[in-house]
Every structure is written in C-alpha cells, then in structure tokens.
C-alpha cells in the first residue's frame, strides 16, 4: 500500500540544509529562542535544536514575549513560562497577548483586561472592550459606550449609542442617531450634528451633514481637503520590490533595477534573502541580493529568514 504523503513544516538555514527536518504539521518562528510547532492536533516548542523544549500539548500555543507565551488548555487561555510553567492557570474564554502590560481577556461573555501577575486591572465586566488609542480604549457597558484608561479607570462614563477611538486628540460619539465629536474628558468640541464623521487626522475630518460631504477643522469650520500622498514605496534592507510589465523583480533606492524582473511573485528581503515563485505552479525559491539562487531547493509553502533560520514546507 503507497504511503499516503505529508505536507511537512522544518527549518532551513542560508544553505538551503535543512537544520530542523520537516516534522511538524504547523511550526511558527523562533521568538527569544523558542518556536510553537504543531503534530496532529496539540502543540508545544522546540528549540533551535529541534528539541522539544515544552511537549505538544496545548490546544494553541502563541510567539514568547517577554518570557510569556499565551496558550489555551482544556478550551481556556493561560499563559506560560519558556519552561512551561503556568504563569497564568487557564481560566479565560478569551485572551489577547499582552501589549503594553495588559491583556484583554473574555469570561461568560464579558470582557476585562489583566496584567502580567493575572490581576485584574479592569474586572471582565463590559460588553465589549476596544484597542488602546491615545492612552484611552472605548467599551460598551449596559447597552452603552464609554472610556476606559490603562488603569482600569471609566475615564468617561458609559453614555454614548457608539463610539470610535480617539484619533488627533478627538473621538467620534453618536447620540440619537447623530455624531459629534468629544476630547479626553468627555466633552463636546463638535455637538453630534453629523450624519457620518470620519476621524481626524492632520487637524482635518471628512463629515456628512444634511446629506454634503465636507472636510471641516477642529473648530467645525470649513476646511481644504488633504492632499492625497502617493503610497509611499517600501524598502527593505536597502531594496524594493517593483512590477515592470507582468513581472517582479527589485529596485534600490535610486530607482535603479538591480535584479531584473523575472519573477511571477517576489516579496521584501529579511537578512539577506528574498522568497520568488517564477510562475503560478511554480514553488518558492530564496535569491540573495545578488539576484542569484543561493541553493537549489524549491519548496510547497516558504517564510522569511529569521535569526538566519526560514520555516519551509514540503510534502514527505
């Protein structure tokens, strides 16, 4: 009987040798010298060994950060040490990684945040809980938006149909189906008169009033609309990726063509090394700089270098 073949995830160093064999149904890039790997359906980490440093035996096992790594069990989310010790039991239904010492975390329905020693910073008692914008996060409580500060604090009561995140020093509220716009303590700087108010950016919001669109200032009055800026071009270690014709190939920052266009799909260079694919069946290859192939090896499904290693797959 043929032996039915894998798609396999290993590791590959600038050689193109492989110094982690392909084992893993999923595998995730090293962070502080660990990488989450997945057999079957439980995951743990190895290290740049291929050791395994925690054993496969998490649900979900998340990148460390500072010495955490955010994993569920027995369908809740915990977090662990780089030995695999539980920092944080898992206890939540929910849990983002931690950002800025605070992680939003859900319980029967209700959202909260914790930091690192699992305390409770705001209880999970909101409805919902936005992203950190301007030192300020909108929730919704009761059926009702407010604000909530990195301490935990109701910067601003719950009292608002809807909220978005402060931007330019200024958040867009609606009340009775009208949008207004707020500042840090709560106040109306722009009464909600508007149909549709966009965000400020630059001193300048797109609004909608009395069915006319308009660019307005902070003081509500006219304004010009921003100049559009062409998309900015995007160097990577000194090189960007262009498109002459049907083809991709690499441009340094004088706008010469370095490596010629032959390549169906290209992406930025990371430490040195660039992924291709010459065509839509095609697999991915790595070119240095040079524009040359460094090793033969193709591969299915292939990442960028990282810590001079590069997760790669291929059937086995």
């Known amino acids: 009987m043929k032996k039915e073949k894998r798609q396999l995830w290993g590791y590959i160093d600038k050689t193109g040798k492989y110094v982690i064999s392909p084992a893993f149904d999923d595998a995730c890039d090293f962070h502080e010298n660990l990488a989450a790997v997945r057999i079957d359906w439980q995951r743990g980490y190895i290290?740049?060994?291929g050791s395994y440093v925690i054993e496969p035996r998490f649900q979900f096992a998340g990148n460390f950060h500072d010495g955490m790594a955010r994993v569920m069990a027995d369908d809740k989310f915990g977090f662990i040490d780089c030995h695999g010790n539980y920092l944080i039991a898992p206890a939540f239904d929910?849990?983002?990684?931690?950002?800025h010492g605070l992680s939003m975390i859900s319980l029967n329905?209700?959202?909260?945040y914790i930091n690192p020693d699992g305390n409770y910073v705001a209880a999970p008692e909101y409805d919902y809980l936005g992203e950190f914008h301007e030192?300020?996060?909108w929730m919704k409580f009761n059926g009702k938006y407010g604000y909530i500060d990195r301490e935990g604090n109701r910067a601003i009561a719950p009292q608002f149909d809807n909220a978005n995140d402060f931007s330019d020093g200024l958040a867009v509220v609606m009340t009775h189906d009208r949008y207004g716009y707020i500042n840090r303590d709560g106040v109306f700087v722009l009464s909600p008169g508007f149909d549709v108010a966009g965000n400020f950016y630059n001193g300048v919001a797109h609004v909608k009033k009395e069915g006319k669109w308009e660019w307005i200032d902070k003081n509500g009055a006219p304004a010009?609309?921003?100049e559009e800026e062409a998309a900015p071009v995007e160097y990577h270690e000194g090189l960007a990726v262009v498109k002459i014709g049907d083809?991709?190939?690499?441009?340094?920052?004088?706008?010469a063509i370095v490596i010629a266009p032959a390549f169906w799909q290209a992406e930025p260079f990371c430490e040195g090394?660039?992924?291709?694919?010459?065509?839509?069946r095609s697999k991915w290859a790595y070119i240095d700089r040079s524009g040359t192939y460094p090793f033969k090896e193709r591969f299915a499904a292939a990442e960028d270098f990282s810590g001079g290693l590069?997760?790669?797959m291929n059937e086995i």
Do not use: I, Q, W
Not at 94 to 99: I, L, Q
Not at 109 to 112: A, V
Not at 249 to 255: I, K, M, P, T, V
């Open 47 to 49: 290290d740049r060994g």
């Open 94 to 99: 929910k849990a983002s990684d931690f950002h």
């Open 109 to 112: 329905g209700k959202y909260g």
């Open 135 to 137: 030192g300020l996060a």
């Open 224 to 226: 010009a609309a921003p």
């Open 247 to 255: 083809k991709y190939g690499y441009a340094d920052e004088s706008g």
């Open 273 to 280: 090394m660039a992924r291709v694919k010459t065509g839509p």
């Open 310 to 312: 590069a997760r790669v």
